[in-house]
């Protein structure tokens, strides 16, 4: 009998958040609670090697650990990113499950992350969660942090700290699309946010641990998207990897435009959405997109699935750094061709996908639409945790 297939899934429990980040207005585009993913439809989930559970901000859900124990039976590794702030919560949960991964989004040293995320005190509250979690014990925590101008100083003092502590240390750099509800984030000082970049490769590179050298490979690829290039690596999201909304809506990933849907798991079973005409066509989709998004949930399983040419590049690079060299960002042409005026700012600027013009497409249901007129997101969602401090 053939092995039993098991995916990459990503599930989006809520699209409600009570942060305010500078790069993504997903708190202003919450999804209605009575409507966010239930337990039925997580039961029709198929098996995962690797389940992230993502939001808006996951722990806003107050069922998060019936949640986390259906995935259990499904997948065999489980990490959630949070921003941290319900540091009751977390912890409760990482009592019931300590295998769990937890991966905090730090946005830079104090300040500035408290001025990238807009929650009071985030940092601390993000940075002592992340403390306890530790002294309980539980080995898969971590820091997340999403480079841009404004933090790119604090990229290698922030992975200092992580170090310190024994935590993984996560980046990313700025998307935009239907699920940020973005289209304007862009870098706008390359070199100076590549030189950081650099500087944390040469930091990783320096370490005796293969997975740091391979996150160095990760980061060498973020040089490369910021300078809107090919990605490094194929995209095959929606052949063993998909993403579901809190409205079941099933996706090939986070990095779209618009919404792209499969099918829907509130309504179909498994099987009948992953083999539909429309998984096909979004499929097809896939293969001519040319986005070039390079995000950890994308680019992971490619890693695995193309892994000679990050093992290449990390032996040729470790070597390298075992006889005193360092890796330069100048080994990427575009970097060479931006310092030598072969192109200039406004042209890469073109090959990403800012778009100052676009309306953005927030992917939200019709009865989530509903609720925000009148009210902004804000409101319904500081309304929803008032309301779940006090019961
Ligand atoms: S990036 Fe995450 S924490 Fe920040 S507003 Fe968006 S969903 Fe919320
Ligand atoms: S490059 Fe891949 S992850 Fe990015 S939008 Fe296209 S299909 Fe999605």
Redo the contacts with the bound molecule.
């Keep these: 009998m053939a092995k039993e297939q098991k995916l990459n899934g990503t599930v989006i429990v809520t699209y409600r958040?009570n942060?305010?980040?500078s790069?993504?207005n997903?708190?202003k585009a919450p999804s209605k609670q009575d409507e966010e993913i239930s337990l039925e439809t997580i039961k029709k989930l198929p098996k995962m090697y690797f389940t992230n559970i993502t939001?808006?901000?996951p722990f806003i859900r107050t069922d998060l650990k019936d949640i986390v124990r259906e995935l259990y039976k499904k997948s065999d590794r489980i990490v959630i990113s949070t921003?941290g702030f319900f540091t009751n919560r977390i912890v409760d949960l990482a009592k019931e499950f300590p295998q769990i991964g937890i991966r905090i989004?730090i946005e830079g040293l104090e300040q500035t992350n408290n001025e990238i995320?807009g929650l009071d005190n985030g940092y601390q509250r993000g940075y002592n969660t992340l403390k306890k979690l530790r002294e309980m014990g539980m080995k898969d925590v971590g820091f997340g942090m999403t480079v841009q101008d404004k933090n790119a100083p604090d990229l290698v003092p922030l992975y200092n700290i992580s170090n310190e502590m024994g935590m993984e240390f996560a980046t990313a750099s700025l998307h935009n699309s239907f699920y940020?509800v973005e289209a304007k984030n862009i870098i706008k000082d390359r070199p100076m946010v590549a030189k950081n970049f650099e500087n944390l490769i040469n930091e990783l590179l320096k370490s005796n641990s293969p997975k740091k050298w391979f996150r160095a490979y990760f980061n060498h690829g973020l040089i490369n998207y910021i300078y809107g290039q090919k990605r490094l690596l194929p995209c095959d999201m929606s052949f063993d990897t998909f993403f579901i909304d809190p409205y079941g809506d099933v996706m090939p990933c986070n990095g779209t435009k618009d919404k792209e849907v499969m099918g829907n798991l509130n309504t179909q079973s498994w099987d009948e959405l992953w083999s539909s005409p429309e998984a096909e066509m979004v499929r097809k989709k896939v293969r001519h997109c040319d986005r070039d998004c390079w995000m950890i949930g994308s680019v992971s399983p490619a890693m695995y699935k193309y892994i000679w040419t990050p093992a290449w590049w990390v032996f040729t690079h470790k070597l390298k750094s075992l006889f005193g060299g360092k890796y330069s960002m100048y080994e990427n042409k575009i970097v060479r061709d931006l310092r030598d005026g072969k192109v200039t700012k406004e042209e890469l600027d073109k090959c990403s996908t800012c778009d100052m013009c676009a309306v953005v497409n927030n992917g939200l249901s019709e009865a989530s639409k509903a609720q925000l007129v009148g009210k902004t997101g804000e409101e319904i969602v500081d309304a929803d945790i008032a309301a779940q401090m006090k019961g």
């Design positions: 958040c942060a305010r980040c790069m993504c997903r708190y939001g808006g901000e921003n989004s995320r940020f």
